[in-house]
C-alpha cells in the first residue's frame, strides 16, 4: 500500500500548477466568464506546451484536477477538446482513429460527445434519436441536449437508436454509436447561454436533419452502443471527480488563504470558522482518495463500477459543499471575488456524467449483488 | 394567518402574477426596468412599512412581510430592492431630517443605492466595492470611518454579472463621489440591519418557496426512467421535508414576534434557503443549470444575500448570547 | 400559547419537577413504579383526551399535547405511557365495547403491554418479540392475522435491556397467551396510531428539549482549556440552532391544526429529535456516555421511538402524498 | 500508488474475521453487554490464536477492524489490554521494558492509560495528579477518570504534573509518565457501570491517595510527559479510526444483508433506501482510506497528524452515521437485533482519544501553518 505519486507525476502536477497559475489569470477567467466565450487559446497553449497529454491518463486525471484548482471553467475548457475519445480509441476502426483521433491528439480537431437528449437527463436508454440505414448511409434525424462542446467541435460520437429493442422493455438494446460531423449536411447547433457556471466551456444542443452518415462511421458494432458509453462513462467519471477535486482544492485554498491573512492582521478567527476549514479539507482528501483508488483500478484494465462512481458521487458533493462552505466563511469577500464564480462553476459536478442519484444508484445495486469498492 | 393578511398575500400574489412572473428572467438579464419601480410605488410597497407622516401606509410587521415573502418568490432583487428602501434608506433619510428627499424616493424620482460591501462586516472600503446600482442613480448610501454617508455623483456599472441580485445591479461598480452628506453614525444603520430581522427571513422564506414550488412542479412533468421523477421516494421525501420545514419557518414568520425570535429565524431561514435553493436545482437536472429555468436565480441570490444581509458570526453570537443569557460563542 | 394551555404546561412541569426529575434515573434501572401510574392517573394524564363518558377529561389536542410533551422532557417512557394508553389502547377498548376493562385501565388496576414489533411495518410475528412490559401486567395487545387480539397470560421479561423505552421494559419480552379476543382490524390499529401524528410529535418536541436544556445547563458550567464550553462558537452556534428549531416546531405543535401538517411535524420532529439528542450527548463529552448523567437516554429513546412510531416508508410516503396531490415516493 | 493490502496481511484479514465470527457469537456479545463484563476469556483465546499480534502495527489495526465489525464491544475488549505501549515501547528504559511491556505481550499483565481526569475531557494539560518527588521516590495524589482497563489492569501508563510551568500560560510544560501499579499502596479504582455502549470494555475511575511510586518508574525523562502522550495519541488514533471503520462496515453489512433480503422475499425496496446503503457505503470507504494512508505515513515512522486527525475525526462520525443510518432503515428489525448494540456502541468514537471537535482544532491548526495532508 502506498500513497505517494511517482515523482514523474508530482513533477507534472507541479508543471501544470505553474502553468495554471501563470495563464489563468483572474481577468482571463473573469472575461471568458462574463462573455461565455471558449478559450480556445488557451487550448492551443496547453496543448503546444505539452501540459495536455492524452497519452498517460495519469496525467489527463491530475492535469485537470490542478487546472480545475485555478479555475474551473478555463481548466475544463483547456481538457475537454478530447471528451469522447475513448470510445474511439477502443472501439473505433483504423479508419476512424486515423481520420479523426488522431488529429484530437495534435489539436489540429475537436470532437464532443453526444449523448444527451433534451428532457432525457441521465435516462441513456430512452433516447430518440434514430438512425435508418439506407444503402452504405445512415439517415439520422433527433437532437442532443447539453452537448459540451457542441457549437465548436468538428465531430461527435454520437449514441443514436439504429434499431427497436428486440424487447421492449430492454431499452438499452438496438443503439449503436456513430461519428456525426459538423459539416454534413443537415447537422446545426444551437449554443446553448446564460448557464449557471462553467461558462468559459461550449454548451450547445445539436440538431440532426436527415443528415447523411457514411456506413464506416459506426463506431464498433451495430447495438452496441449503450455499453460502449456505459464504458466510456465508468472513465470519464473518474475525470469529472478530478474536475471536482480540483474545484474543492481551490475553495480550500482561498479559504485557508482567507483565514490566514485575517489571522496575520490579528482579527480574530473563530472556532467555528476553522471547524469549517477542517470539514472542507477532510472532505477533500477523502475524495481525492478515492478518485486514486478509482484510477489505480481503472487506469490498471480492472475498472471497478462501484469505486468510481462513489469517487465521482462524493467527489462532486464535495465540491458543491466546498465552495459552498467557502462563500460562507469569507461572506463578503467571497462575493465580490473569484470565489463566487468557483461557487457557480461548482454545481455541474453533481449533474453531469450521471447525477449524484444516478451513482446512488449504481453503487447500492452492486453491494446488493454483492460486489464491493475492494 | 388572519384574514386580512391573507388578503394581503393574495393580492400580492395577483400582481406577482401579472406584472412579475413573465418578466422575472428579464430582471435576471437586464435589472428591474424603471416601470416596475413605479410599480412598486403605485401598489403601495415602497413605503408600506412607514408612518403616514412619511406618507407610508403603515403596514404592521406581518402585513410588511407579507409582501418581501411574495415578491421573493418571483423575484428575490424585487423584494430586496423594496426591502433595502423601506427599511434601510427611507429610515435613514429620515433620522437625518432629510424629508424632501425621502419624499423623493417615495415617488420613484430619486432612486439611492447602497453599498453593500462595507455595511456590515465586509472588509471592502475600497474601489470599486460591492454595491446595488439601481439605473439610473445619482446617489449611493455607503459607510466611511464610521459614518454613514450620502454621497452623489457617478456610477460606472461593472461588467461582470454579480452572484446574486442581478436584477438590482449589484456587482464592483465603481462610484464617482461628486458630494456628500453625513446620515449618521455606522450605529444607526447597523441598528436598522439588525432590527429587520423578520424581514430579512420573509425574504429568505420567500424566495425558497420560489424555488420549492418551481421543483414541485418540474418533478411532476419531468420523467427519467419512464417515470415522473416525484414517483422516486429520494425526490418525492426530500422536497416533502423541505416543504415541511418551510412551513414551520412561514407559520412562525406570521404568527410569533419579538427580537430573539426574530433572530432564530433570520439564522435558520438563511441556511434553509441554501439548502432548499439547491435542492430545487439539482431536480431540475441541467435544466436547472439554465438561467432560462429560472430556478438558479434561487440559488444564487441566496448565497448572495445571505452574505449580504447574514452576519455569520455576528448574527450567531447575538443569537447564542440571548440563549445563554449571557456572553458566548466570542471563541 | 394561549394562558389556559400555558397554565397546563405549567402545572405538568411542576408535577414532573417534584415526583419524575429525580426519579427518572430509576425509571431507566429498573421500570417505572407502579406509584407513579397511579399518579398519573390521579394527575388526570391518563384519560386526558378521552370523552367523559368514559371517564376521560375532554381536554383538546394542544392540552393533551401539552402533557405528552413536559413528561417527555423528563421521561419519554412515562410519556409513551401515557400515550400508548389514551392513544392507543383505551381507544381499542371502547372501540370493541369492553367498557369495563377500560375502566379498569382507566382506574390503573389493569395495564396492558403493546406488543410493538409487530404495530406497524415490523416484520416480526415471532415470539419473543419486541414489546411492551409494564409488569405487573397480564395483558398483552398484539396483531395476528391482520386482527389486534388482547390476549392474557403470563409476560416473561426480557434479560437484554432495549434500546430505549427502558422505563416501559420494552424488549425482547416472551408471553404466554392462555387466551386473546379480538379487538377489530388492524386498520383499526393504524389508523389510531396514524391519527395521533401531533401526539407524537409531542413525545419527540419535549424529549428534544431535555436533551437540549441538559446540554445547554452543562455548556455553562463545563470548562475545557480554561473557558466554558458555552464560550466556542461551534458549541454555542450548533446548540442555538437546534433551540431555534425547537422553538419553530414547537410553535407550530400549539398553534396549528390538520392531518398534513400533523404529518409534516412527526416526519421532522422524529428526525430532529435524533440530530438535536445526539449533538446533546457529544457535548457532554464522555460524561453524556454514563446513565448517570441522564442525557444519554434521549439519544436512545429518541431513535427507538423513531422505529416504534414513525414508519420511515409509509409515513414519508403518505406526507409526499399529500404534498404532491397523488401518488407519489412510491419507487 | 498502490491500494492493495500485501498478500499476507489479506490473509491476516481473512483469518481475524473468522475467528471473530466464530468467538464473538451473538450470544456471547449480548451477554458480555447486558452484564458490562470484560470478556478475559477472549482477550486470552486472541492472544494463544496468534491472532493478536501486537508487534506489527497493520496487524493491530486490521486486527481491530475486523474484530469490531463483528462486535465492537467484544473487538475492543480483545484488543485494548495492550492500550498505551506505545509510549513504554518508545520511551521506557530497559527495565521497564523488561518488567512491564515484554508481560504484556505475552498476555500475562494487562495494562492501561492514565491520562484524562474528572471534568478534564481532551483539555490535557489542565490536569491536576500531582507527584512530588520525595527521596527516591515519587508521592502521587490526584484522580484519573473514563479510564480503560481501569479496573482490570495490573498497571497504568500515567500523565502526572511533577512541576509546576515555568510560564503559567504553558500549562503542558512540568508533565512526566509514571508507570502506577494497581497493587501499589493508596491506589484504588471505581468500576464505571451504565454506559451507553461498549459495555464489554472496562471503564473505570483511578484514585491515588498518597501512591508512592519508585523513581525507576519514570517513563523517559521529566517534564517530557506531555509530548509523550501527544506522540501516543497521533498513533491510538489510527486504531479508533479502525475501530471506526469495523463499526460503519458492520453496520453496513447488516444492512446490506436486510436489503438484499427483502428484495429476495419480493419486497420491493425503495431507492430512498438504496440511496442509504450508498451512502453509508461511500463514507466507510472514504474512512478506510483516510485510515490506510494515516497508518502508512505512521507506520513508515513519518506521521503526520492533519491526516491522523482526519482519518479519526472522519472515521468516528461515520461510525456513528452508518450505526444510525442502520437503524433508521432496519426499523423495528434492527432495534431487536444486535444492530442497537452497534448504535450504542458506536457514539463513544467520536468521543474518546481526542474528540471530533479535537481533531478539528488540530487539523485547521495544521493547514494554516501551511502543512497539509501530504
Chains 1, 4 share one sequence.
Not at chain 1, 497559475?21 to 482571463?28: D, G
Not at chain 1, 486525471?61 to 480545475?68: A, F, N, P, Q
Not at chain 1, 470565489?339 to 446512488?360: A, H
Not at chain 2, 427580537?259 to 435558520?268: D, F, I, V
Request: with cysteine.
Amino acid at each position: 500500500m502506498d500513497f505517494d505519486l511517482p515523482a514523474d507525476l508530482e513533477e507534472y502536477r507541479k508543471q501544470v500548477r505553474e502553468f495554471s497559475l501563470r495563464e489563468f489569470t483572474e481577468e482571463t477567467a473573469m472575461m471568458h466568464d462574463i462573455k461565455e466565450k471558449y478559450p480556445d487559446e488557451l487550448r492551443k497553449k496547453a496543448l503546444e506546451s505539452g501540459i495536455i497529454d492524452f497519452s498517460n491518463p495519469w496525467k489527463t486525471m491530475l492535469g485537470i484536477e490542478e487546472m480545475c484548482r485555478v479555475d474551473p471553467g478555463l481548466g475544463i475548457s483547456a481538457t475537454v477538446p478530447y471528451f469522447g475519445a475513448e470510445i474511439l480509441m477502443l472501439h473505433g476502426s483504423d479508419y476512424l482513429r486515423e481520420k479523426y483521433l488522431s488529429k484530437v491528439a495534435t489539436g489540429k480537431m475537436m470532437m464532443g460527445l453526444g449523448v444527451t437528449e433534451p428532457g432525457g437527463g441521465s435516462d441513456v436508454a430512452g433516447l430518440k434519436t434514430s438512425a435508418k440505414k439506407s444503402g452504405n448511409h445512415y439517415i439520422l434525424n433527433g437532437s442532443k441536449m447539453f452537448i459540451t462542446n457542441g457549437g465548436i467541435a468538428d465531430f461527435f460520437v454520437t449514441l443514436v437508436r439504429t434499431a427497436e429493442p428486440d424487447v421492449p422493455s430492454k431499452r438499452h438494446r438496438g443503439l449503436s454509436v456513430l461519428v456525426v460531423e459538423r459539416n454534413f449536411k443537415g447537422f446545426s447547433s444551437n449554443k446553448l447561454t446564460g448557464k449557471l457556471g462553467v461558462r468559459a466551456t461550449n454548451t450547445a444542443e445539436l440538431i440532426f436533419d436527415n443528415v447523411e452518415i457514411p456506413q464506416e462511421n459506426l463506431v464498433g458494432e451495430e447495438g452496441k452502443g449503450f455499453y460502449y458509453v456505459m464504458e466510456f462513462f465508468n472513465i470519464s467519471r473518474v475525470f469529472v471527480a478530478a474536475q471536482s477535486v480540483g474545484i474543492a482544492q481551490g475553495a480550500l485554498d482561498m479559504v485557508t488563504e482567507y483565514l490566514s491573512s485575517q489571522e496575520k492582521k490579528g482579527v480574530p478567527v473563530s472556532e467555528e470558522l476553522k471547524f469549517k476549514l477542517s470539514e472542507m479539507a477532510t472532505r477533500t482528501e477523502a475524495s481525492r482518495l478515492l478518485m486514486y483508488k478509482a484510477a489505480s483500478y481503472l487506469f490498471n484494465y480492472k475498472p471497478n463500477p462501484t469505486i468510481t462512481s462513489m469517487a465521482k458521487g462524493y467527489a462532486s458533493e464535495t465540491a458543491a459543499f466546498c465552495a459552498e462552505t467557502a462563500m460562507e466563511v469569507t461572506g463578503m469577500t467571497g462575493l465580490s471575488t473569484k470565489l463566487e464564480r468557483f461557487f457557480r462553476d461548482s454545481k455541474i459536478m453533481e449533474i453531469w456524467e450521471g447525477t449524484s442519484e444516478v451513482e446512488k444508484i449504481v453503487i447500492s445495486r452492486m453491494m446488493m449483488r454483492g460486489d464491493s469498492s475492494e | 394567518m388572519n384574514e386580512q393578511l391573507q388578503m394581503m398575500m393574495d393580492n400580492v400574489k395577483q400582481f406577482c402574477e401579472q406584472a412579475i412572473k413573465d418578466q422575472a428572467i428579464t430582471f435576471e438579464r437586464e435589472g428591474i426596468p424603471e416601470s416596475m419601480f413605479q410599480a412598486f410605488r403605485d401598489q403601495g410597497f415602497i413605503g408600506a412599512n412607514l408612518p403616514s407622516s412619511m406618507g407610508g401606509a403603515e403596514l404592521d410587521r406581518q402585513g410588511y412581510d407579507a409582501i418581501l415573502f411574495r415578491l421573493a418568490e418571483y423575484s428575490p432583487s424585487a423584494a430586496f430592492y423594496v426591502y433595502m428602501n423601506n427599511s434601510i434608506i427611507l429610515p435613514l433619510l429620515s433620522g437625518a431630517g432629510m424629508n424632501d428627499l425621502a419624499g423623493e424616493v417615495m415617488k420613484g424620482t430619486v432612486r439611492i443605492g447602497l453599498a453593500s460591501s462595507n455595511l456590515l462586516e465586509g472588509t471592502g472600503d475600497h474601489d470599486p466595492f460591492l454595491s446595488t446600482a439601481v439605473f439610473p442613480s445619482e446617489h449611493m448610501i455607503k459607510v466611511e470611518n464610521g459614518k454613514v454617508l450620502l454621497v452623489r455623483g457617478k456610477f460606472q456599472h461593472a461588467d461582470r454579472k454579480s452572484l446574486g441580485l442581478r436584477g438590482l445591479g449589484v456587482g464592483m461598480n465603481s462610484f464617482e463621489a461628486e458630494e456628500s452628506k453625513e446620515l449618521g453614525r455606522k450605529e444607526s444603520l447597523e441598528k436598522l440591519m439588525l432590527g429587520s430581522s423578520w424581514e430579512q427571513s420573509a425574504i429568505f422564506l420567500g424566495l425558497s418557496k420560489g424555488a420549492l414550488d418551481k421543483a414541485i412542479e418540474y418533478t411532476k412533468v419531468r420523467k427519467t426512467f419512464n417515470y415522473p421523477l416525484k414517483d422516486y421516494s429520494p425526490v418525492a421525501f426530500r422536497l416533502s421535508e423541505l416543504m415541511s420545514d418551510l412551513e414551520f419557518m412561514t407559520h412562525f414568520l406570521f404568527s410569533e414576534e419579538g427580537e430573539q425570535k426574530g433572530l432564530m429565524l433570520k439564522a435558520r431561514s438563511s441556511d434553509f434557503s441554501r439548502k432548499a435553493t439547491k435542492h430545487a436545482l439539482q431536480y431540475h437536472g441541467g435544466y436547472g443549470y439554465l438561467e432560462d429555468f429560472g430556478v438558479e436565480k434561487f440559488y444564487r441570490d441566496s448565497v448572495a444575500l445571505s452574505s449580504l444581509m447574514f452576519r455569520p458570526e455576528g448574527d450567531k453570537k447575538a443569537l447564542a448570547e440571548s440563549i445563554y443569557g449571557s456572553k458566548s460563542g466570542y471563541l
